[in-house]
């Protein structure tokens, strides 16, 4: 008997569960997923295809100290149709465990500050800039971000933003440059070209910077205004599925 093709719409559930999101679709937004026109339905299809590609890629890398001392892959969370990507620096304890970006404590703060301007996860897309736990938390090496810069420019790619938020400064160094530091690049938009997409980039504190220095939040405060008024102006859609 001859397989069955998996479905479009059964892809993205498989890819959703793969990112550990628990976004699950209604069969109202499947129905409305079998309505779609041939050429938007093809291009989604595409993007779960191409992310898990990604992600395979990712974790079938070779000689790499970060891969063999992790325990999982953490490779994105979110809504991947979302136009508002966000990128820290790499995993923890807590992500290593789940598979998934932003669960511990920086996490939870993550998600008080997407709350404070009216965002959450399942309208925004998040990775860092390397996907396996760096040993005892440490910040990745030079050598290290520049074995995975392809694998984050292409996770850009793919996903094609409006706004780009990076949270600290190897998120800022691995996407901008090193230029400068992020207290004197924080908060500012640059219009960036990435891989084969142009994106609007800004930079802000890492949650895990403004737990230990809680009199920093004011500003990522302003920042997050900064996101907020931008999201405005560009008419993005929250209301993704």
């Not at 937004?29 to 993007?47: P, Q």
């Not at 008080?112 to 938390?137: A, D, G, Q, W």
């Not at 004011?218 to 993704?240: C, P, Q, S, T």
């Amino acid at each position: 008997m001859k397989n069955k093709p998996i479905s479009n719409n059964n892809k993205i559930k498989f890819y959703h569960k793969l990112i550990n999101n628990e976004v699950i679709y209604s069969k109202n937004s499947i129905n409305r997923y079998d309505k779609m026109n041939s050429k938007s339905g093809n291009s989604l299809n595409n993007k779960v295809e191409e992310l898990e590609k990604l992600r395979k890629k990712i974790n079938s890398i070779k000689n790499c100290e970060l891969k063999k001392s992790a325990n999982n892959i953490v490779f994105s969370d979110g809504n991947l149709n979302s136009k508002i990507m966000i990128i820290g620096e790499g995993p923890g304890a807590n992500e290593d465990k789940e598979g998934k970006p932003f669960v511990g404590r920086a996490g939870k703060l993550l998600d008080k500050m997407l709350e404070s301007i009216k965002l959450h996860r399942k309208n925004v897309y998040i990775t860092n800039v390397v996907n396996f736990r760096p040993p005892m938390n440490r910040r990745p090496t030079d050598e290290e971000i520049k074995r995975y810069l392809p694998f984050l420019t292409r996770h850009i790619e793919l996903i094609n933003p409006k706004v780009l938020l990076l949270l600290g400064s190897t998120a800022l160094n691995a996407v901008i440059g090193d230029e400068m530091v992020i207290s004197k690049a924080r908060g500012r938009w640059e219009r960036k070209k990435i891989g084969n997409i142009v994106t609007n980039a800004i930079a802000s504190f890492h949650p895990a910077f403004l737990m230990r220095q809680p009199d920093q939040k004011k500003y990522a405060w302003e920042d997050l205004k900064m996101v907020r008024k931008k999201i405005l102006d560009l008419k993005i859609n929250l209301n993704v599925e």
